[in-house]
């Protein structure tokens, strides 16, 4: 599996971004993809995760609670595609973010339980 994250970037707090995360070169029947992050000095984050079927849709979307409400993931199957929609940006939200995939219909939350990654894309949130 690839994973392509990309639409980092400078934003003012208080304003909008969305990730995307292509995904290509799938095997297994079913994937959890997520998004983490990491900010400088800090270990890697979990933030959200969804299930993707190789029949053709997404679902079990789960979110960690420290950004319930602010950050949300959507999947658009056929763009092989997956997205993190960031609202209300906050300085403390600067970091690289980083989508993953792992094989199987269970959604998890660990770093060392992602097997792909994809190269990162940063996020740079202005006060």
């Known amino acids: 599996v690839q994973l392509q994250a990309s639409g980092g970037g400078l934003v003012q707090a208080g304003g909008s971004l969305r990730l995307s995360c292509t995904v290509s070169?799938?095997?297994?029947?079913?994937?959890?993809i997520a998004w983490f992050r990491q900010a400088p000095g800090k270990e890697r984050e979990f933030l959200a995760a969804?299930?993707?079927?190789?029949?053709?849709?997404?679902?079990?979307?789960y979110h960690a609670d420290s950004v319930k409400g602010r950050l949300f993931i959507s999947a658009n199957i056929p763009r092989n595609a997956v997205y993190l929609q960031m609202n209300s940006l906050k300085f403390e939200d600067t970091a690289v973010y980083y989508c993953?995939?792992?094989?199987?219909?269970?959604?998890?939350?660990?770093?060392?339980?992602?097997?792909?990654w994809g190269q990162g894309t940063k996020v740079t949130v202005s006060s």
């Open positions: 993953a995939a792992k094989a199987g219909r269970f959604v998890v939350v660990g770093v060392n339980e992602y097997d792909y």
């Open positions: 070169g799938r095997t297994a029947s079913s994937y959890v």
């Open positions: 969804i299930r993707w079927s190789g029949v053709g849709y997404a679902d079990s979307a």
